[in-house]
């Protein structure tokens, strides 16, 4: 099979670029809140075994970290879903 027939196979056009575009969006946008919950998480278990008596502290700073964070990736879902249905 001669390779100059597959080109337009793989032709992307604007729809196909808008709908990678929205996925790159989420993937990219979720990447840092994952980590940073999962440090945060690490941290808040490291600070429970050493001082067990700090639990209802640590785990509410460790709530509302994780809600803050998991904002950002929700912002990010909004961005994905905009570029793929209003722009």
Same mark, same amino acid.
Request: proline share 5%; aromatic share 6%; net charge negative.
């Given at each position: 099979?001669?390779?100059?027939n +597959? &080109?337009?196979?793989?032709a $992307?056009?604007? #729809? =196909? +670029?808008?709908? $990678?575009? /929205? =996925?790159?969006a $989420?993937?990219?946008? /979720?990447?840092?809140? %994952?980590?940073?919950?999962?440090?945060? @998480?690490?941290?808040?278990?490291?600070?429970?075994?050493?001082?067990?008596? %700090?639990?209802?502290?640590? @785990? @509410?700073?460790? #709530? +509302? =970290? #994780?809600?803050?964070?998991? /904002?950002?990736?929700?912002?990010? +879902?909004?961005? %994905?879903?905009?570029?793929?249905?209003? &722009?």
């Amino acid at each position: 099979m001669d390779l100059i027939n +597959l &080109f337009p196979l793989l032709a $992307i056009g604007d #729809i =196909g +670029l808008k709908y $990678i575009a /929205a =996925g790159l969006a $989420i993937a990219i946008g /979720a990447q840092g809140p %994952a980590i940073a919950i999962g440090i945060l @998480t690490g941290k808040a278990m490291e600070a429970l075994g050493r001082n067990p008596e %700090a639990q209802p502290v640590i @785990t @509410t700073s460790m #709530i +509302l =970290g #994780i809600a803050f964070a998991e /904002a950002i990736a929700i912002y990010a +879902l909004v961005v %994905a879903v905009m570029i793929g249905f209003v &722009f």
